[in-house]
C-alpha cells in the first residue's frame, strides 16, 4: 500500500528500517571485499577517504558546494548521462556516479563520451553495483562524525544531522530492483530523497526528509531541476555570456599539451595579471580594450604570446588592501571556464586555452567578460566600475610588468609588515558553523583561518563585502592575558558565538584554552610530551607518526568545535607566524613534521628559524625519514641537540 500525498499511513517505520539494516550489511559487504583485494572496481575511487572530506570542507561551507548527488544506474543514451552531469556541474554539485542497470553503468558511459572524472571536476566514480552505493553514504555519515562532533553511537543526531547540513539526494536512472529500494529507503532515512527517471510509486509526504521522499521525472530536460527543487538546494547558476560552460565544477579541469590551442606564461611566454585601483572617470564599466594580436591570429605553427591582464576598478568602498583579494580571485574566476586552466598569481600565472574552447568561439575578450561579470557579482558591495585591459605585445607587457612588480613588492611589505599589536580589531568567522555550530575562528593578522583560506585582510574585505556575514569585527578591549593572547571583548564574543559551550580562547596557546577546530584544518599540531616538543601534521600526509596516530586519527579528537588542549587545528602559513603557539614557546617546540611540509614552506621556514635564533632548526626538526616512532624521535632530537630539550617542560 502507498502513502497518501499528505499522511504518512501506512507507516512507513519497518520500510525504514530495513534500510538502514541494508546499508549496515552493505558495508560489512564492501569491507570484506576490501580484504580480499576486490575493491576499489575498475576505474573507481571506492572508499572516500577523510583526507578528501577535510580538503572539501571550506568548498562545503561557503556555498561554493551546495549539495552532492549519487546517481545509480544508467541513462537511455549517453548523450543524455553527460547532459544530466553537465547541468549538475553547473550548478556546482558534487556528483557520485556508479551501480548499473540492464548490464550498463553511467561511469563507462561518461568514459566512452570521454569526460574527465574525479575530485577536481566534481565527478567520482564510486562502483558499478548498487552494493557500492554505501561509499557516498558513508561518506554523508562520517561528515556528522567529522564536522558536527557528534559521537558513534548517536544515531538519532547523525541521522538528523544529515538531513539537516549534508544537502544530497539520489538520482536513480532505469528500473528499480529490491537492492536499489531497499538501499533508497536507507538514504530516505538519512534525508536524502530519491528522485528516479521511471514510473515507480512515489512517497510525497514530507518529515523524513525535507520534502517529497521518492518522486519520479520522466522529462530529461527537467530532471536536474527537480532534483534540486526536492532537496531543496540553494543554488546560484551563473549565466556569463560566454561560448563555453562556466561553473566551479570546472576548477580543477586540466588543459593537456595534446588539447593545447594557445598558452600563456610559465616557460612558453611573458605573462602576469594585476589589479589596481582607478579614479572614478578612469573607468568605464564593462569596458574592454585588446591591444595586440588576438588568439585567432596566431602564426601557424605557434602555440604561445605573451599577456598582461589588467584589471582596472573604482569603488566608493574600495580599498588598497583589497587589491591583492581581489586579484587573487582571477585564478578562480578563469579556472571556472570550461577548457581553460590557469596556474599561478601575479607574475608566476599560467594559463592555457584549449582546442576545444577555441573552436566553440573562445576569445581573449571572454576573460574580460568573465572577470567583469564575476568581480561584480561576488564584489558588489566594494567594487562599483571594472574594465579590463589584455595586452599581447612582447615590448606593452615588459614595460607595464615593470610597473606592476613594484606594487607587488609593496604590497608585500605592507601584509608582511602588520601584526597583532598593530590593529584594535580581530575578526571572526563563522563560516564553519554550518558544519560545526559549536565553532569559532578568531583571526588575527598573525593568525590566518585553520582552513588556510582567510586571512585578516580577507576577513575584513568579506565584512565590507557583506556586513550581516560571518566575519564580523570584534573590538580586542583590554587584554586578560598577554602571554596567552586572551582579550575580555573576544572572550566574550566567543562565548556568545560558541553557544556559550567556549568560555575563553587563548590566540597564542596550545595547552591553555586553545582555539577550537571544525575540521577544515590544513594541519595539525600536537604535543609530544617526553619530546618536550610538538609536531606538525599536515592533511594530505597519510603516515603514521611519533604520537603513534595518522592525520585522519588525529582529526577525530581535534574537530567538531570543541576544546581540545594540546592537539590544535591550524592553517599552514600560520607555523611561519611569530604568534605560532607562543605561549610554548613558538617554533623552537617543533620537533617533527612531514618532510613534503617542510618542503611547502620552503625558504620562509628556514628564515623563520633565524629568527629565533637557530639558523639550522629546519634540520634539527625531524620528518618521517629518519623518525615515525616515539623511541627514534627522541634519538634523533638528542644526537641533532634539538631547542626543544632544554626548555622549560610543557607539562
Not at 234 to 245: L, S
Not at 380 to 402: G, M
Not at 529 to 542: I, L, Q
Request: hydrophobic share 40%; proline share 5%; with cysteine.
Amino acid at each position: 500500500q502507498i502513502p497518501t500525498d499528505k499522511v504518512w499511513l501506512p507507516y512507513l517505520g519497518d520500510a525504514l528500517n530495513a534500510g538502514m539494516a541494508t546499508l549496515f550489511s552493505e558495508e560489512i559487504i564492501l569491507a570484506l571485499r576490501y580484504l580480499y583485494g576486490q575493491e576499489p572496481q575498475k576505474d573507481c575511487n571506492g572508499f572516500f577517504t577523510d583526507t578528501i572530506m577535510r580538503s572539501l570542507g571550506i568548498q562545503l561551507v561557503d556555498g561554493r558546494m551546495p549539495g552532492f548527488a549519487a546517481i545509480l544506474g544508467a541513462a537511455p543514451t549517453n548523450k543524455i548521462a553527460v547532459d544530466i552531469i553537465r547541468e549538475l556541474q553547473e550548478r556546482n554539485i558534487l556528483i557520485f556516479v556508479g551501480s548499473s542497470s540492464n548490464g550498463r553503468s553511467i561511469i563507462d558511459q561518461l568514459i566512452e563520451e570521454n569526460v574527465q572524472m574525479g575530485w577536481d571536476n566534481y565527478i567520482v566514480p564510486y562502483g558499478r553495483d548498487t552494493l557500492s552505493g554505501i561509499y557516498p553514504l558513508n561518506w554523508a555519515i562520517r561528515s556528522a562524525l567529522t564536522f558536527g562532533g557528534i559521537k558513534s553511537g548517536q544515531a538519532e543526531k547523525c541521522l538528523l544531522y544529515t538531513k539537516e547540513r549534508v544537502f544530497a539526494f539520489g538520482l536513480v536512472l532505469g528500473p528499480l530492483d529490491d537492492m536499489k529500494y531497499a538501499t533508497g529507503a536507507g538514504a530516505i532515512n538519512m534525508g536524502f530523497p530519491i528522485i528516479a527517471d521511471t514510473d515507480i510509486p512515489e512517497i510525497r509526504p514530507s518529515g523524513i526528509t525535507t520534502y517529497e521522499a521518492l518522486v519520479k521525472e520522466l522529462d530529461y530536460k527537467k530532471i536536474v531541476p527537480r532534483c534540486i527543487e526536492v532537496r531543496g538546494i540553494k543554488v546560484k547558476v551563473t549565466h556569463i555570456p560566454i561560448p563555453v560552460p562556466y561553473a566551479a565544477a570546472f576548477e580543477g579541469e586540466r588543459v593537456r599539451r595534446e588539447q593545447l590551442y594557445v598558452e600563456f606564461g610559465s616557460k612558453a611566454s611573458l605573462s602576469f595579471e594585476f589589479l589596481s585601483t582607478k579614479k572614478s572617470e578612469e573607468v568605464e564599466d564593462g569596458k574592454f580594450e585588446l591591444s595586440g594580436p588576438d588568439i585567432d591570429q596566431l602564426d601557424k605553427g605557434l602555440k604561445s604570446l605573451p599577456l598582461a591582464i589588467m584589471v582596472d576598478v573604482y569603488g566608493r568602498k574600495m580599498q588598497k588592501d583589497f587589491e591583492p583579494i581581489l586579484e587573487r580571485q582571477i585564478h578562480r574566476f578563469v579556472n571556472y571556464a570550461m577548457g581553460l586552466m590557469h596556474v599561478g598569481q601575479r607574475d608566476m600565472n599560467w594559463i592555457r586555452i584549449s582546442n576545444d574552447a577555441f573552436n566553440k568561439g573562445f576569445r581573449l575578450k571572454h576573460i574580460g567578460v568573465i572577470l567583469h561579470a564575476m568581480l561584480h557579482q561576488e564584489y558588489s558591495a566594494i567594487v562599483d566600475k571594472i574594465q579590463v585591459r589584455i595586452y599581447t605585445k612582447q615590448a606593452d607587457v615588459e614595460k607595464l610588468l615593470s610597473g606592476s612588480k613594484k606594487t607587488f613588492d609593496e604590497r608585500d611589505e605592507r601584509i608582511g609588515g602588520m601584526t597583532d599589536e598593530s590593529v584594535d580589531t580581530y575578526y571572526s568567522c563563522l563560516l564553519c558553523q554550518s558544519f560545526a555550530p559549536n565553532h569559532v575562528c578568531m583571526i588575527t593578522p598573525e593568525r590566518l583561518g585553520l582552513c588556510g583560506a582567510y586571512s585578516w585582510l580577507d576577513a575584513k574585505a568579506s565584512f565590507e563585502i557583506t556586513p550581516t556575514g560571518p566575519n564580523q569585527p570584534v573590538l580586542k578591549g583590554a587584554c586578560a592575558d598577554e602571554k596567552l593572547g586572551q582579550w575580555n571583548n573576544i572572550n566574550e564574543f566567543v562565548k556568545q558565538k560558541s553557544n556559550k559551550t567556549i568560555d575563553k580562547v587563548s590566540m597564542y596557546s596550545l595547552l591553555d584554552s586553545p582555539q577550537s577546530s571544525c575540521g577544515c584544518f590544513e594541519c595539525i599540531v600536537a604535543i609530544i610530551p617526553e619530546a618536550n616538543g610538538v609536531m606538525v601534521v599536515h592533511r594530505d600526509f597519510s603516515g603514521g607518526t611519533p604520537a603513534g596516530m595518522t592525520f585522519t586519527t588525529l582529526a577525530g579528537s581535534v574537530g567538531g568545535g570543541v576544546q581540545t588542549p594540546g592537539f590544535l587545528g591550524v592553517g599552514k602559513l600560520y607555523i611561519l607566524s611569530k604568534k605560532f603557539i607562543l605561549a610554548e614557546g613558538g617554533l623552537k617546540r617543533v620537533v617533527w613534521m612531514p618532510k613534503e611540509l617542510k618542503e611547502l614552506l620552503g625558504e620562509k621556514l628556514k628564515k623563520r628559524a633565524e629568527e629565533v635564533g637557530v639558523p639550522d632548526l629546519v634540520e634539527k626538526i625531524a620528518d618521517e625519514t629518519v623518525a615515525t616512532s616515539s623511541e627514534e624521535l627522541i634519538a634523533y632530537l638528542a644526537k641533532f641537540k634539538h631547542p626543544a630539550l632544554d626548555m622549560p617542560p610543557l607539562m
